[in-house]
C-alpha cells in the first residue's frame, strides 16, 4: 500500500508540474538550458578532480547536447523527431553505462595492493551515486519529458501565438497520464465497475 500511495504521488506531482511548466514556458526554457550548461560543466570537473572516465564523460556530455536540441522548439516536440527519439535512447544508454561504472569499480592488480605505500580507491556510497544519478543521469531528461508539448502536426508558423492559444497545449506528462486514466476506467467498467458515472460524458 505505501509503494501504491508512493506512484500515486508522484503521478500527481508530475501531473501538477506539467500544468505550471504550461503556464510559464519561457522561464522554464531559460531553467533548462541553464540546468543542462551547469551539469556539462559538472561532469568535466568531476572528470578533472574526481577522475572520472573521460570516454564515458565525453559520450554524457554529446548527450546534454542531444537534449539541448530540444529546446529549439520548445515547449513542442515531434514524438517521432530523430532529436526525440534519439534522447530517448541516449537517456537509457547512459543510465547503463554509469550504472556498469558504479557497479563494477576499478580494483587494483594484486602487486599493486600489496606495496607499503598503497591507498585503496574510494568506493562512493549508496547515497552518492544515488544523488548522481537523480542530479546528472536523470533530471535533465525528466524535466524536458514533463515540460514538452506533443504536437506531431504542429507546422512551424504555429510557433507563433498568442498566450490564449498557449494555454492549450498538452504536455506529454498529462498526455501519458490521460491515457492511463482512459485505460483503468475503461478496464473497470469493462469488469463491471463504475469509477467515475460522469466519465466520458458531455457533463
Known sequence: MGFLFLVLA???GLYYISEVVEEHTEPTKRF?????????????????????PFKLTVFS??????????LVRFPYVQLTSPIF??????????HFLWFDHFHNPYIPP?????????RPPRIPLFT???SFFG?????VPF????SLSAHDNLLPHHMEVSDAHKKKNTGLAKLLFGRIRDYVYTASRSLGYELDPHYGTLA
Open 85 to 94: 527519439l534519439a534522447s530517448c535512447v541516449l537517456v537509457i544508454i547512459n
Open 61 to 70: 556530455i554529446i548527450s546534454y547536447f542531444i537534449y539541448l536540441q530540444n
Open 135 to 139: 542530479l546528472v543521469v536523470w533530471f
Open 143 to 146: 524535466a524536458l519529458f514533463v
Open 128 to 130: 552518492e551515486v544515488c
Open 32 to 52: 533548462l538550458k541553464r540546468l543542462i550548461y551547469a551539469i556539462i560543466t559538472l561532469l568535466v570537473l568531476l572528470w578533472l578532480f574526481d577522475n572520472f
Open 10 to 12: 508522484i503521478a500527481l
Open 110 to 118: 594484486l602487486e599493486e595492493r600489496l606495496k607499503p605505500n598503497y
